[in-house]
């Protein structure tokens, strides 16, 4: 059996009402609501994240929002109302891969940007191209972030939602990239943007051998 990569393993205690929304709205399994639970696992290859899930689903209670197969990767989304089945579902599937939550890979910022007063014809752009949550609106302010591997730009999204009121345009958390796009008044995007990198960078993990 092919040795499996954890690229992904985080822990969200709370799911912010405007995340859980959007996960609602693009998720194929069961949805997620505010307040919950939340675990994001990636892995390489992409077909081990089928094992993964009936591995979680038999030890605990959980219920799946997403389970992504790729063949290069697969992502897995899981949450419930008690912490405890999730941490419990999380630690199953860690046992089984027989490795440990720092064994998986460092995030890394690939890139990250601030737009201010954005303009009304780039705002259509953008709300045309994949856009899933809020409108973005001209003349706000824009953080835009781009996460590896993809399933960090989950985690970045809550943090920054706790820290400001924003609104979520648009979150990509599977494939080669994670990314985020995060918008509202200036002042508010820059306390969320600060507290996305910073969650980002408080993770332990490794960095991948290439």
Not at 26 to 54: H, K, W
Not at 97 to 103: I, M
Not at 137 to 147: G, S, Y
């Amino acid at each position: 059996m092919e040795k499996v990569q954890l690229r992904t393993y985080i822990f969200l205690d709370s799911l912010q009402p405007q995340f859980a929304a959007y996960s609602a709205s693009v998720a194929q399994g069961y949805l997620p609501i505010a307040g919950q639970s939340a675990l994001y696992i990636e892995i390489a290859p992409g077909m081990e994240i089928n094992r993964v899930t009936d591995i979680a689903l038999k030890a605990t209670r959980v219920t799946p929002a997403e389970m992504i197969v790729e063949r290069q990767y697969g992502m897995l989304e899981l949450h419930a109302d008690d912490q405890g089945e999730v941490r419990q579902a999380g630690q199953a599937i860690l046992d089984a891969l027989g490795v440990q939550e720092n064994s998986r890979l460092k995030p890394k910022v690939v890139s990250h940007q601030i737009i201010r007063a954005v303009d009304d014809h780039q705002a259509m752009l953008i709300n045309r191209a994949g856009r899933k949550g809020m409108m973005l609106i001209a003349k706000q302010t824009l953080f835009i972030l781009e996460t590896y591997p993809a399933a960090y730009a989950v985690y970045a999204t809550n943090e920054a939602e706790k820290a400001a009121n924003i609104n979520i345009v648009r979150v990509q958390g599977a494939g080669a990239f994670g990314r985020v796009y995060l918008a509202g008044e200036e002042a508010d995007v820059l306390v969320a943007a600060d507290a996305a990198l910073k969650a980002l960078e408080a993770i332990d993990g490794v960095e991948e051998k290439r």
